[in-house]
């Protein structure tokens, strides 16, 4: 059996296509390959109040269309459990502080974890993937509410930031770029951060990560220049 | 003697501006009417290694021309006798995490709490000015390190939103736009949210708050309209 099956979008939506249909046929070869059929939803990085179904009920749109069932987690008494019995799971966008606490608070780290190490696929987009990664750090989320740490599932060793985006040529604005953000972490942080372009993905399989998707990815690395990386990129040194 | 007298800028750098030089005539009137003569600059949001003096410096260019002296805390062996005896404060931008940490580390927030309810003015700027509000619940940066709470010195009671930023026409990007962030922390929070934009500043003087500067402001209540103030309106009602 095959061992971590990961794939880290950006974001769920890209300019010029609808909810999550840029990704089709990533999502299903991904599912396919592993022989899923039903996918376990994660909705907790909503804000908005009582609002899992109608989140769950967007994203069933898509995976059913691709050809796979949907089920929200909020909808089973006993979430571990949920995860346990769980052929596959998808943790959607929304706001990172608010998923990594629900995550923490619900005790679902270390199951999903474990699922996950044990070969179980794990689909994240935006805030879901990074909770898939070592640490929150390197969100562009606002910080509403308070997780108990930063530190996230670590399915991978590296820092994610979903959505990158490049500084705007001309722009007045003088707060800072998303660049610039990311050199503040690695003043006090070594850890390396992938900047995923929305459009883009990360296919990991077990020691194996390719970047997929139509536009290229930026690495930051502590104390170097960032580098880019083409769609199809072999990017299986940022795991070991 | 008067009591709590506050400036907080939105940023210290303004398009087309040289830093702090669009301010000249605020912290000028501010600090003349106060009788300060020294200011305290507090440098901790800088996330550069060993920056302390280089940022201060940087400060003290303008402060020195505007005829005032500025002296970094970093200097002081011990920082909150150098709260303590300050004639004024003034914190910059850089990374609002970093900077609510150290002043939970170094035990500042009471000293400044104290020193700022007894009449020391208090100059923020970027971040400076997120610390002063509730919490930092509303910042825009990275969060790169963790601080022990997101409550901070709690100087007026709603939270400012700095550089807030108006949703760019047509921009392709995915991302969410700075209004819907305040309309996520609003799902979950019900603090007010002054939505300060470069270029302007709110003074407050006793129970008396005044928006300031080039730019209108944008304040968001929890489930209302958010509403635009034009410059010199008085924000007064927000402090009650």
Redesign the interface.
Known sequence: MSKRQLLLLS?S????HEYLQFAKDWITDFLNKNNVKKVLFIPFAS???NSFDEYTAKVAAPFNQFGFDVEGIHKFPDPVEAVNNAQAIFIGG??T??LLKSLYDKRLIDPIRSRVENGMPYIGSSAGTNVSTVS???????????PP??YALQLIGFNINP?Y?DPIEGD?????TRAE??N??H???STNVLGLR?GSALLVDDDKATLIGFTSARLFRQNQEPEEFSPNSDMSFLLS
Chains 1, 2 share one sequence.
């Open positions: 974001s939506n890209y300019h010029g804000t908005k109040p929304g706001n502080f608010l929150i750090n390197t969100t562009n989320d606002m910080p509403i509410c308070l740490t930063f959505h985006l007045k604005h003088r707060g800072e953000r990311i503040e972490f003043h006090i942080n929305e």
